[in-house]
């Protein structure tokens, strides 16, 4: 079924946007969350289990500690307060692919709660604008196992027959709440997405997870409601499940908020519910009703003793976190001089830490950025391969921008150095010289490359002769020719001028 869509300007002209993001983040404990089972992706099916995850009687949890402390530094990366004293509780609900049929999470005492993270979207200009996403809540819960749908649909609608693997069933999760993000107006998608983005690069940094949307170590979940417009309710709201890209994760909020939006201006009421994001059609589909807490009937685990941090290693956890990723920027983007709109696209092309390594092993900044963001950002995109996974590392990049400040080479030289390093001919100097392509700077050999051009463009001489100096560049381009690039081009024309002026 076609869904009707408003335009976006008709929905902005009628309505405000409210966002709310569940984003669940996939920790990379050696162990699961409350038994000793290993964690590690792509095993067999069904290999990583025991009787503790696989819910079997008499089994009993303990609390992995790592955990613990990931989501405290996790917590405190966000800015929130860390709770003295909190509970685990059983969330009861039909999963198919949770053998104990319920998931021990938090319920009314997370972990870590009302923090804050300040993220930036781009404005006309160039220009960035900061938006503050409050944070409700960030708290433990493991995860649930994987259930493949065998069909021609890939869902459980149309499905031959379905598959469990329990595996995954266990892991830690951390599951970030925001609170209501307001006022965004027409950038709420982009404050979406960036959020999502930025959010992953804080996990990064920390350290507590691989954070691959592709392999569901980060999912998010977008809450969207409408309301008329300056009326400062908040409309009822729909939650799209399991969106696994930051592009996805923006183009989720733009068609909800047309989809919203048309169904109200057509007299309609939403219905809250979950919806599924198609990456193929860009549209979301109906899932199912939408359950409040109280249909998870919680209640405390009785198997599990709280959870009471001292306030001695919170701070000691204090101590461990890494410098913020946004304050990394923009320390990164003022020493290197970068515009607003290169730091952005260093960011966007996964190429600030390639960077700034490379600039540690010697290169200028707008040196280093110009090779990874052309040169290397190319070969990745020709390839389908990660820029960071092309075999050239940033000692390499380093090495062979400094044969350019040398002179020995020049940039489109160095193009073919680049060439050899990604077959793994040696190091920048090796490549040079096996290939002979360090630049000429011999009067000699010059002179006798002149003097050809001179003679084959005998007009281009005459203009020079006549004092349009101007004209040296075609004399120059033949010379460059003739010696396939690997000519002084500044020596080439001085000896062009002295010759004919």
Same mark, same amino acid.
């Not at 983040?25 to 969350?33: D, G, H, P, Q, R």
């Given at each position: 079924?076609?869904?009707?869509?408003?335009?976006?300007?008709?929905?902005?002209?009628?309505?405000?946007?409210?966002?709310?993001?569940?984003?669940?983040?996939?920790? $990379?404990?050696?162990?699961?969350?409350?038994?000793?089972?290993?964690?590690?992706?792509?095993?067999?099916?069904? @290999?990583?289990?025991?009787?503790?995850?696989?819910?079997?009687?008499?089994?009993?949890?303990?609390?992995?500690?790592?955990?613990?402390?990931?989501?405290?530094?996790?917590?405190?990366?966000?800015?929130?307060?860390?709770?003295?004293?909190?509970?685990?509780?059983?969330?009861?609900?039909?999963?198919?692919?949770?053998?104990?049929?319920?998931?021990?999470?938090?319920?009314?005492?997370?972990?870590?709660?009302?923090?804050?993270?300040?993220?930036?979207?781009?404005?006309?200009?160039?220009?960035?604008?900061?938006?503050?996403?409050?944070?409700?809540?960030?708290?433990?819960?493991?995860?649930?196992?994987?259930?493949?749908?065998?069909?021609?649909?890939?869902?459980?609608?149309?499905?031959?027959?379905?598959?469990?693997?329990?595996?995954?069933?266990?892991?830690?999760?951390?599951?970030?709440?925001?609170?209501?993000?307001?006022?965004?107006?027409?950038?709420?998608?982009?404050?979406?997405?960036?959020?999502?983005?930025?959010?992953?690069?804080?996990?990064?940094?920390?350290?507590?997870?691989?954070?691959?949307?592709?392999?569901?170590?980060?999912?998010?979940?977008? $809450?969207?409601?409408?309301?008329?417009?300056?009326?400062?309710?908040?409309?009822?709201?729909?939650?799209?499940? $399991?969106?696994?890209?930051?592009?996805?994760?923006?183009?989720?909020?733009?068609?909800?908020?047309?989809?919203?939006?048309?169904?109200?201006?057509?007299?309609?009421?939403?219905?809250?519910?979950?919806?599924?994001?198609?990456?193929?059609?860009?549209? @979301?589909?109906?899932?199912?009703?939408?359950?409040?807490?109280?249909?998870?009937?919680?209640?405390?685990?009785?198997?599990?003793?709280?959870?009471?941090?001292?306030?001695?290693?919170?701070?000691?956890?204090?101590? @461990?976190?890494?410098?913020?990723?946004?304050?990394?920027?923009?320390?990164?983007?003022?020493?290197?001089?970068?515009?607003?709109?290169?730091?952005?696209?260093?960011?966007?092309?996964?190429?600030?830490?390639?960077?700034?390594?490379?600039?540690?092993?010697?290169?200028?900044?707008?040196?280093?950025?110009?090779?990874?963001?052309?040169?290397?950002?190319?070969?990745? $995109?020709? @390839?389908?391969?990660?820029?960071?996974?092309?075999?050239?590392?940033?000692?390499?990049?380093?090495?062979?921008?400094?044969?350019?400040?040398?002179?020995?080479?020049?940039?489109?030289?160095?193009?073919?150095?680049?060439?050899?390093?990604?077959?793994?001919?040696?190091?920048?100097?090796?490549?040079?010289?096996?290939?002979?392509?360090?630049?000429?700077?011999?009067?000699?050999?010059?002179?006798?490359?002149?003097?050809?051009?001179?003679?084959?463009?005998?007009?281009?001489?005459?203009?020079?002769?006549?004092?349009?100096?101007?004209?040296?560049?075609?004399?120059?381009?033949?010379?460059?020719?003739?010696?396939?690039?690997?000519?002084?081009?500044?020596?080439?024309?001085?000896?062009?001028?002295?010759?004919?002026?």
């Amino acid at each position: 079924m076609t869904e009707t869509l408003l335009s976006f300007d008709d929905v902005l002209e009628r309505y405000d946007p409210a966002l709310g993001l569940e984003v669940h983040v996939e920790l $990379n404990t050696a162990s699961k969350m409350f038994c000793g089972c290993a964690t590690v992706f792509g095993a067999e099916p069904n @290999t990583q289990v025991c009787p503790t995850c696989l819910g079997l009687p008499g089994a009993m949890p303990v609390v992995n500690r790592t955990a613990v402390e990931s989501a405290i530094r996790i917590g405190l990366a966000l800015n929130c307060s860390i709770a003295e004293w909190c509970r685990f509780a059983r969330k009861n609900y039909f999963y198919p692919d949770m053998p104990k049929n319920f998931q021990t999470s938090q319920y009314d005492e997370p972990i870590a709660y009302d923090g804050w993270m300040d993220v930036t979207v781009p404005i006309d200009g160039g220009d960035d604008e900061t938006f503050r996403v409050e944070i409700e809540r960030a708290h433990m819960e493991e995860d649930t196992g994987k259930s493949t749908h065998v069909g021609t649909t890939g869902r459980i609608h149309g499905a031959d027959y379905s598959l469990v693997d329990y595996n995954r069933a266990g892991i830690p999760l951390i599951e970030i709440v925001t609170k209501p993000i307001r006022g965004a107006g027409a950038k709420a998608p982009e404050v979406a997405r960036a959020y999502v983005q930025q959010l992953r690069d804080l996990i990064v940094a920390l350290g507590v997870s691989e954070a691959r949307m592709d392999q569901g170590n980060l999912r998010a979940d977008v $809450n969207l409601s409408l309301s008329p417009k300056g009326s400062g309710t908040l409309g009822t709201r729909t939650e799209t499940k $399991n969106v696994n890209s930051f592009r996805s994760v923006e183009r989720a909020v733009r068609f909800e908020m047309q989809r919203h939006a048309a169904i109200l201006d057509g007299g309609g009421s939403i219905l809250q519910e979950t919806r599924h994001w198609h990456e193929d059609t860009g549209i @979301t589909t109906s899932g199912r009703e939408k359950s409040d807490a109280e249909d998870y009937r919680y209640f405390p685990e009785p198997d599990l003793v709280p959870v009471a941090p001292s306030r001695e290693w919170v701070e000691e956890l204090r101590g @461990t976190l890494p410098e913020n990723p946004t304050a990394r920027r923009a320390r990164l983007q003022t020493e290197w001089g970068f515009s607003d709109l290169e730091m952005r696209d260093t960011v966007g092309a996964g190429a600030l830490g390639l960077v700034e390594e490379t600039i540690a092993a010697g290169a200028a900044p707008q040196a280093a950025r110009k090779w990874w963001l052309g040169e290397l950002a190319r070969r990745a $995109n020709d @390839t389908d391969t990660e820029i960071g996974a092309l075999g050239v590392g940033p000692a390499d990049v380093a090495a062979v921008q400094q044969l350019v400040d040398a002179g020995t080479i020049n940039d489109k030289l160095a193009r073919q150095v680049f060439e050899g390093l990604y077959a793994g001919e040696g190091t920048p100097e090796e490549i040079v010289a096996a290939r002979g392509l360090a630049i000429v700077s011999d009067d000699s050999a010059l002179g006798a490359a002149v003097d050809k051009a001179i003679v084959e463009n005998p007009d281009v001489a005459d203009k020079i002769r006549d004092g349009k100096v101007a004209a040296a560049g075609a004399l120059i381009g033949a010379v460059m020719k003739e010696m396939r690039g690997q000519a002084d081009a500044a020596r080439v024309r001085e000896l062009i001028l002295e010759k004919l002026t």
